[in-house]
């Protein structure tokens, strides 16, 4: 079991940048290739970014490809997602998930484990 714990969303302009983070407990995090996922009003969640155990792989959608940067830091347990130049687009509620594997994926139904999510509104 693994117990995933989003923050630091919030309500920023367009241009702005912002940093979620999402704590993990209960298994050994390097053991978990992680994912960030998003659902906006009214639409089904979609692909953002994912990342391999190690850090040394990573995918991202093509919406947010050159502007949001996900990263790991497996000694502290913690997935992070650096989200750069945002737009009003970018506004959802945004989940981190694990997967039980350490090979990344972008498919949600992969993932095994879901945060309780993090909400992020840029106005513009």
């Known amino acids: 079991q693994v117990l995933l714990v989003e923050s630091g969303g919030g309500l920023v302009q367009a241009g702005d940048s912002l940093r979620l983070s999402c704590a993990a407990s209960g298994r050994t995090f390097s053991n978990y290739a992680m994912g960030w996922f998003r659902q906006a009003p009214g639409k089904e969640r979609e692909f953002v970014s994912a990342?391999?155990?190690?850090?040394?792989?990573?995918s991202y959608a093509d919406s947010v490809k050159g502007r949001f940067t996900i990263s790991r830091d497996n000694a502290n347990s913690t997935l992070y997602m650096q989200m750069d130049s945002l737009k009003s687009e970018d506004t959802a509620v945004y989940y981190c998930?694990?997967?039980?594997?350490?090979?990344?994926?972008?498919?949600?139904?992969?993932?095994?484990?879901w945060g309780q999510g993090t909400q992020v509104t840029v106005s513009s």
């Open positions: 990342i391999d155990w190690s850090g040394g792989s990573t």
């Open positions: 998930a694990a997967r039980s594997t350490r090979f990344k994926s972008q498919n949600g139904e992969a993932y095994g484990y």
